[in-house]
């Protein structure tokens, strides 16, 4: 299984690019992330005449996650146990659920296609409904595995993190000052590693961003950050077979200000160390 996690910054505005990429990278299993649009008005027809079944989650022109897959999608969930929602100025704990996370059974893997709350800034309320929806993911994944230690279970998507000073190479970006790089931010990603996660791709592709902003020349400079994810459980991270970052999915017309990550799983011969990276 060739699976692959993208956010894609408005499905509407790149689907002949998303799905050019899908049929000639031939992802088997493609999760996106900002689709930016309702279910209604997703491009499916375009998927599905290149050979993908669709599933898509969204409500208006902001968030919104999608799973494209060759193979039928089963077990399709909008939201994971104790997901919170959040609207601005909204008390209590029934604030309305976000477009932000869809689950579904492919291949027999538990995949789910995540976009974690942006945060906007340090002491905003949104700051703390990120790390509400962190910790409610992180029980979700530690409850799961728990009870199913073997399950192939792979969190993937825009994590809105850079976890690591080397995952973080723009300078407008401070620790201290800036979200994505805050301890509360790093220890909750770390605690989806300590529940039975790991990070899949970095131990192939030590170095690169998945996301430039497009300002200042962020890009040419390759001022970016490691923030879309694929985290598997150990099923999962056994079966890697190869990984890697589409950087070049960056240039060109209208891209999308982040790119492709992807990874190779063969189930069927999780035991063999001797397996080569993807370019």
């Not at 692959?4 to 799905?19: E, F, G, L, P």
């Not at 703390?128 to 994944?141: P, Q, S």
């Not at 969190?155 to 994505?180: E, K, M, R, W, Y």
């Not at 529940?195 to 030590?206: E, F, M, N, Q, Y």
């Amino acid at each position: 299984m060739r699976l692959a996690t993208w956010n894609v910054n408005s499905i509407r505005a790149r689907v002949d690019r998303i799905v050019d990429f899908a049929v000639r990278e031939h992802i088997d299993v493609l999760a996106m992330q900002e689709i930016k649009c309702k279910v209604d008005q997703f491009p499916f027809d375009r998927f599905e005449e290149a050979g993908f079944h669709v599933e898509a989650h969204g409500f208006s022109q902001w968030n919104g996650v999608a799973i494209a897959s060759r193979e039928p999608v089963t077990d399709v969930r909008t939201a994971f146990p104790g997901m919170p929602g959040f609207e601005k100025g909204h008390t209590g704990t029934d604030a309305p659920l976000e477009a932000r996370a869809l689950g579904a059974t492919v291949g027999g893997v538990e995949v789910w296609s995540l976009y974690v709350p942006n945060g906007r800034s340090l002491g905003d309320p949104h700051f703390f409904y990120k790390l509400e929806w962190l910790e409610a993911l992180r029980e979700y994944v530690s409850g799961t595995l728990a009870s199913q230690p073997d399950l192939p279970l792979a969190l993937v998507g825009d994590f809105n993190i850079a976890p690591t000073d080397a995952d973080n190479g723009d300078p407008a970006v401070v620790q201290g000052f800036s979200t994505h790089v805050s301890p509360p931010e790093r220890e909750a990603f770390a605690a989806l590693e300590s529940a039975g996660l790991h990070d899949v791709v970095r131990p192939l592709v030590p170095s690169g961003y998945t996301y430039w902003d497009y300002k200042q020349l962020r890009f040419p400079r390759n001022q970016g950050m490691r923030i879309d994810f694929i985290l598997g459980s150990h099923a999962v991270a056994d079966a890697v077979a190869g990984a890697a970052i589409h950087r070049d999915e960056r240039k060109g017309e209208a891209p999308s200000d982040h790119v492709p990550v992807v990874v190779d799983l063969d189930f069927d011969d999780a035991d063999d160390d001797d397996r080569p990276m993807i370019f």
